[in-house]
């Protein structure tokens, strides 16, 4: 009797352990569900919990879900979301997710124990998406030898885009608006790219692009108004699939010629035709703009100022609506730093500033005076004798003369003011070198420097307003020289190297002026008894007079209403002249000669 007892006791604290071991729906366990608020074809239906259970029950729109569309995978764990199911479809048609339609779905899940009895239960939103995402833009062009691809895609979900070739991923963006470009080989046959579109649920849109690099068509003139200015520089778009250099010619109606005549005898209407490398042959009827003049240069309101100022301005001329300002680079040079319609421009506080108007064809006029920003205090300087130059020096009229009778430094950073009038003389031949800011000002009197000695650049600046030069030779390298209203007498001369910009404007210089490697060289109302050019990207001579000019490698000169006795063009130059006399004129070989009086 006793063991029947023990065995029905232990029996019945079994059920009470077994019993134990199910959740109960209204225990506190802290029941921990995560499921994702998007599914695709793509994309399964994952449900991840914190506790065990041995199978559900998924009901969507109010309709039970097969089991048999579903498995279960993952390890029961401890306070972890380790319990995972996965509700299968497939691509979209197939399975369990056939009937989803796009949208918003309501899903129900029922846990159960493996006894079939609910654990707890889940209710939630859940949104099915099976539409790829398209481009609403697509662009692809073929221009010299690049295949460019522009895209667009408006959908909010968009992830990413990526581009193939032969399985092999070149190049991806999850950007909405981007582009890619490919650099073909002409004559390599078909090539196939792909370019696949992608959501933030994998739903995937493949964009196939065919190239046949066997095929060259005729170059297209995309232009009706062709721009020419006084470089005979072409302001025209022409789009070819694998040029981006052409044959163009110019035909008037009387003859065929190339757009460097223009400039000659300038028309309005012409047929451009153009041919790419393969002798393709296009033709269009077009309007022609051609400048005939260099632009003046701007009248600046104020030339010396300080930080404090709000804004540069300039005289408004009816005839030019576009302007440039510029400032140096130490890579890049003088550079365009703002394009303006306007005659003002809020104070930028560059060091050094200039201001140019543009035609409407692209020809740059010339430079106006330099704006200069000073920003630290100027020191007056007493003494008679300059032997050091530490800090921003000023010197006043009123303590003239001065003397230099030993080279001396103006550091870079450092700005060295000559007040208009003073006398300064450099003895033994003293050099005084340029790494900072040398600015002789204007004024009603004029500073006299003079004596046996050398003003060097040597990465720096001169700025020089009416100033006379006796026995002085600037030589060197640097940014700016810059000289108006200044004269130089017949032992005084320029020799410079690698200098970014040289502006002689209502000048004399009575010895010779030798300029090699610079980006820019201008001469307005200015006598010069020599001058010789070597590679000089751009010069503009206007209403000035020359003895001598000597032009050579690479450079390329604007010369108007100017008079020259002898000049030499030789090799490799371009020259344009508008109604100036040339008594006699040498052109080298593989040279450009314009006259047009």
Known sequence: MFKLVSKI?????????????????????????????????????????????????????????SSSSFHMRGERGEGALTKSLFLTGGLRGEGTLSNISDGLHTINI??????????????????????????????????AGNLNLEYKVDEEDFSIVSLYYNETELASSTLLQDSF???????????????????????????????????????????????????????????????????????DGNEIKYPSDLLLKPTTIATMIVFDSN????????????????????????????EDLDYISWRFDPNYQNYVVERYDEIFGWKKVFELKNTFLENPNYDIIFVRKVTNNGTYGFPSDPVITLSEALVPYASGTISKIDKNLFLPQINTPFVIDTDILIPEGKTFLVESGN??????????????????????????IFGEGEIALNGGTIISYDTDFENIKFTGKGK???????????????????????????????????????????????????????????????????????????????????????????TFSFMNSID??????????????????
């Open 279 to 306: 002798k393709n042959k296009t033709e269009k009827f077009v309007n022609l703009n051609v400048d005939n003049q260099i632009p003046t240069p701007p009248e600046i309101t104020a030339r010396l100022i300080s």
């Open 423 to 448: 006398q300064i003389r450099l003895y033994n031949g003293a050099t005084a070198v340029v790494e900072g800011l040398m600015f002789l000002m204007p004024g009603f009197d004029k500073t006299h």
């Open 9 to 65: 006791v232990l029996f019945s604290m079994l059920i009470i352990l077994l019993s134990g071991c199910q959740y109960d729906i209204n225990s506190n366990v802290n029941f921990e569900i995560e499921i994702p608020t998007k599914i695709s074809p793509n994309i399964s239906l994952t449900i991840k919990t914190n506790f065990y259970y041995e199978n559900v029950e998924i009901i969507i729109d109010g309709e039970e879900t």
């Open 580 to 597: 100036s006399k040339i008594e006699r004129l040498n052109v080298g070989e593989y040279s450009i000669f314009l006259q047009k009086e």
């Open 181 to 251: 470009s490919i650099k073909m080989t002409k004559n390599s046959g078909i090539k196939n790219y792909i370019l696949q579109f992608k959501d933030d649920v994998e739903n995937t849109y493949n964009h196939k692009i065919e190239i046949n690099t066997d095929i060259d068509k005729p170059p297209v003139i995309d232009s009706d108004i062709i721009r020419v200015n006084l470089f005979s520089e072409i302001d025209m778009k022409i789009s070819d699939d694998w040029d981006d250099n052409f044959l163009v010619l110019i035909d």
């Open 480 to 570: 700016l020289l810059f000289l108006k209203n200044s004269n130089l007498d017949n032992y005084s001369s320029i020799d410079i190297q690698s200098i970014g910009r040289i502006c002689l404007y209502d000048s004399s210089i009575s010895d010779y002026v030798k300029i090699t490697n610079s980006s820019g060289v201008y001469i307005d109302n200015t006598y010069l008894k020599e001058i010789l050019l070597n590679n000089v990207a751009e010069s503009l001579f206007k209403n000035s007079t020359i003895d001598l000019f000597n032009s050579s490698i690479n450079s390329r000169t604007i010369m108007e209403t100017s008079t020259i006795k002898l000049m030499n063009i030789e």
């Open 110 to 143: 029922k846990f159960l124990d493996d006894k079939n009895r609910i654990i707890t239960e889940y209710a939630t939103n859940i949104t099915f998406d099976s539409t790829p995402p398209k481009p609403s833009y697509f662009n692809q062009e073929l221009s």
